[in-house]
């Protein structure tokens, strides 16, 4: 797979269900998750980026979720709570203004470079 950047692959971003995405990650989105990295020193792990409609309908996802359009990415960092890593993430300009969302209970957040909004699930 191809290597987006100096900490992360591709493969990190393809759809979980069938891996279709090649092309559609958004550089902004990458070039956050480095800004973010280096904010935290510590690796950030990509659970779900890029879905493909299927898959985003399966997970209950809005028809027109920043995930089929490759400009979101749910994550986590060992030894941070999502409320730390939330308020790392907002240090960072493309996230600052574009979305994200704590799950606490779940253990992750979602960072976009869409829309600026915050919630909480």
């Known amino acids: 797979m191809a290597k987006l950047s100096q900490h992360f692959d591709e493969s990190e971003f393809l759809c979980k269900c069938c891996g279709t995405g090649h092309g559609f990650i958004q550089p902004h989105l990458v070039l956050g998750l480095e800004m973010l990295r280096d904010l935290i020193?510590?690796?950030?792990?990509v659970t779900c980026a890029y879905r493909c409609p299927k898959h985003n309908a399966e997970v209950g996802g809005v028809p027109n979720s920043y995930h089929v359009q490759?400009?979101?990415?749910?994550?986590?960092?060992?030894?941070?709570?999502?409320y730390e890593l939330a308020g790392q993430a907002a240090r960072v300009p493309?996230?600052?203004?574009?979305?994200?969302?704590?799950?606490?209970?779940?253990?992750?957040?979602?960072?976009?470079?869409?829309?600026?909004?915050?919630?909480?699930?």
């Open 41 to 45: 020193k510590r690796p950030i792990i």
């Open 70 to 82: 490759g400009c979101a990415a749910d994550i986590y960092a060992a030894g941070l709570t999502p």
């Open 94 to 121: 493309m996230f600052l203004n574009g979305g994200i969302g704590i799950y606490p209970k779940r253990g992750f957040i979602h960072v976009d470079v869409g829309l600026k909004r915050r919630w909480m699930g």
